[in-house]
């Protein structure tokens, strides 16, 4: 009988000794920064590649995507707000050194909202919110120049670019379905008002001021807009601008000190806008 | 947003009643396996002639399930491999859970030994989704009862 026998197996030979919740976080947390930063790089080639899409074809991006603002506008006031806006821009554009296929197309939104924003195809739509905060045209070109310069530096495209490597990578990943691909293709005239970049932002207003400096010779009424967005006390709402656009104060110095550099000549004043731009 | 919560809800409570059952079971494994020590099992073919006796087939088989946590942490494993430490402890609990009901099925006819013992294993799922994650594991052997 001495020849056979069971001896107790040692515990726990079989099994790995780590904790269930440890392996999770660990695998959780290095699977997300892997994709982390794959979707990261992606997302960077995306935006320098995007570059390239001729200026054509991004304006027939945005054909089928339905915007209330992009319609044609049957109120005789609008469209006469409208031709004076695409106008003013006209004159801007001549003094921007823009590619032979680049245009603007202006829009006005009778909307209280303080903003003006500029999306896919060199669309710019200015709010009746924004021109009633302004004290003069120039103010108003600053602005506007501020919103081309970022469709002539291709910062549109470049945000739209980005999102959609980002939704691509996601999508194929997580299996996201026609429909949810569908919607968000339908909102990136909206979603490429919201992620300019800081140095974005500064880059147009620099441009802008070049801009405006040589169509009017003076920079007077350049920081009009954010200094009225900084004396705003800081309870009221928001303005949407706002989430785009950080660090007023220092965008407001920044234009001081081109001021500085560029007084105006003697005589050169602000030119006020035209009654029929105001609401009231 | 709702989708994440379920998740997380899910997650959790495979978290909780999967640990929960897992210790439970292995308190129930060793205290069987030590009252059932004396029942001796071997994988040899043929039983001894110090150990003839009456013969009879005997098994055990058990189903065990996983439990929601525990397949999230071994997908996520498939994506880069290794050790899925969250199925070994699935498996060494069905092994030992069909061994011993194979030993009390041995002990119910009186036998001292089982020989030629065998463990198989099966998949209840398959690569089918959409059913539950289980395996089966059956051990069987033949029991012999000394004359």
Redesign the interface.
Known sequence: ?S????R?VP?GI???P?H??K??GL??G??SAVLLTGVLLLALLAGHLVRYVPFAQEKALLSGVDIGWLKDDQNTAHQQKQRYLQALAERLATNMQLPPDMSFSLHYSPDATVNAMATLGGHIVVYQGLLDTLPSENALAMVLAHEMAHVRQRHPIVAVGRGFAVMLALSSLAGVGDGAMQQWVGNMGMLSMLSFSRAQEEDADAEALQTVQRTYGHVGDAAAFFEYIASRPQSLETPAIFNTHPDHAARIARIQQFAQAHPAAAGQTSQPLPPFMQSR | MYDLIFFLVLLGCGYVFGQLAEKRHFRSIIAREAELQDLLCFSERTVPAAYSGDAALVCGSVVISIDYFKRFVAGLRNFIGGRVSSYESLLERARREAMLRMKEEARARGASSVWNVRLETASISKDNDQTIGAVEVVAYGTAVTPR
């Open positions: 009988m020849d056979y026998e069971n107790p515990e079989n099994i790995s780590s269930p919740l392996e999770f695998l959780v290095g699977i």
